[in-house]
C-alpha cells in the first residue's frame, strides 16, 4: 500500500498547498450565494413547515460546493499530468490500477468534505439547521463526493485539453447542480420539471443530504440511498475500467 499512500498524499498536498483557492474560495462563494438568497427570499418562501428557507438553502449550499469540488480536484489533477507530461511519472511505478483509482478519489474526497464543513460553518452565521439523522448526512456527504470524484476522475481522463475539460463541466456538471434542488423544493416545480428531476441523480444525494438535517424530503431517503448508490456503482465501474484499459493514459 506505499505507493497508494504516496499518491494519495501527493495529492493532498496538491489542494491544500493553494488552499484559499481549492477551499476558502468556495465557502466565499457559498456564503454569498447564501447571504444574497436567504435576504431576498427568507421571508417568502417557505420549502417545508416550519423550515425557513435560509435553513434549507444551507444544506444544499455545502452539498453543491462538496459535489463540484470533489469533481474539480481529480479533472484538474488528471488534465494537468497530461498536459505537463509529468503523468509519466505516476504510471511509471508499479502502481495497480486500484491503488491508481483509490488515491485519486479519497484526495478529492477529503476535500469536498473540507469545503463542505467550512461552508456549514460559515453559514452557522446566519442559521443553524437541525441534524436529525446525522448517518444520513455522513453517507450522502461521502457517496455524493465519491460520485463526483470518479465523474472528474473519467472527464480528466476523456478531456484532452483544458477546453474539452470546461465544456464537460459546463455543460454537464453545472446543470446537474444547479437543478437538482440547491435552491428550491423540487414540489415547486411545474408537474413537467419535477419529472425532468427525477431523472438527475445529483437531485437524489441532494435530497438524501437535507433529510439527514430535517427529516423531511422531496422523495423517501431509502430511493435516494438507492439511486444514488446505483449511481455511485456504475460510475467507479466506468472509471475504474478506464484506467484498467489505459484510455488516454498509456495509449
Partial sequence: MQGFQTLFYKELLRFWKVSFQTVLAPILTAS???????????????????????????????????????????????????????????????????????????????????????VLLVTLVFAIPPVQHPLWVLVFALMGCAAMAILGLIAGIWADKFDQLAAFQNFLIMPLTFLSGVFYSIHSLPPFWQAVSNWNPVFYIIDGFRFGFFGVADVSPWLALSVSGAALFALALLGYQLIKSGYKLRH
Fill in 32 to 118: 454569498l450565494y447564501l447571504l444574497i438568497f436567504a435576504h431576498v427570499l427568507d421571508s417568502h418562501v417557505q420549502p417545508y413547515p416550519g423550515v425557513r428557507y435560509t435553513a434549507f438553502l444551507i444544506p444544499g449550499l455545502a452539498m453543491m460546493s462538496m459535489l463540484q469540488n470533489a469533481f474539480s480536484n481529480t479533472s484538474s489533477s488528471i488534465i494537468q499530468s497530461k498536459i505537463t507530461g509529468n503523468l509519466v511519472f505516476i504510471l511509471l511505478p508499479p502502481l495497480s490500477h486500484l491503488e491508481f483509482f483509490a488515491a485519486y478519489v479519497l484526495a478529492a474526497v477529503v476535500r469536498g468534505i473540507i469545503v463542505g464543513l467550512g
